[in-house]
Nanobody, 115 residues
Framework: QVEVVQSGGGLVQPGGSLRLSCTTS????????MGWYRQAPGKERELVAA???????AYTNNVNHRFTISRDNAKNTVYLQMDNLKVEDSAVYYC?????????WGQGTRVTVSS
């Protein structure tokens, strides 16, 4: 079992920035593939950004060049730096961990972009 704890999020004005963090338990973090998902009210959960164990990154089109996913294996932590936020980025953001055939979720953190 992997414990996944998120932090960050909150209320920000359009054009602002936020950083989300996600820390896992255990000693195998470097082997995990990590991702950030989000779910807006009335919508399905969608993948926003992912980073694999080798550092390869991928983004959904509508956040490319605005969001940056990174990882610090020494701290068991993955980050999502979100810049130039838009109202449509408002959602609950979830950290996801893939370890072999097992998957784990963080508790979710709300991001609200509003003037």
């Amino acid at each position: 079992q992997v414990e996944v704890v998120q932090s960050g999020g909150g209320l920000v004005q359009p054009g602002g920035s936020l950083r989300l963090s996600c820390t896992t338990s255990g000693s195998d973090f470097a082997k995990y593939d990590m991702g950030w998902y989000r779910q807006a009210p009335g919508k399905e959960r969608e993948l926003v950004a992912a980073i694999d164990s080798g550092g390869g990154r991928a983004y959904t089109n509508n956040v490319n060049h605005r969001f940056t996913i990174s990882r610090d294996n020494a701290k068991n932590t993955v980050y999502l730096q979100m810049d130039n936020l838009k109202v449509e980025d408002s959602a609950v953001y979830y950290c996801a961990v893939r370890s072999g055939n097992n998957g784990y979720w963080g508790q979710g953190t709300r991001v609200t972009v509003s003037s």
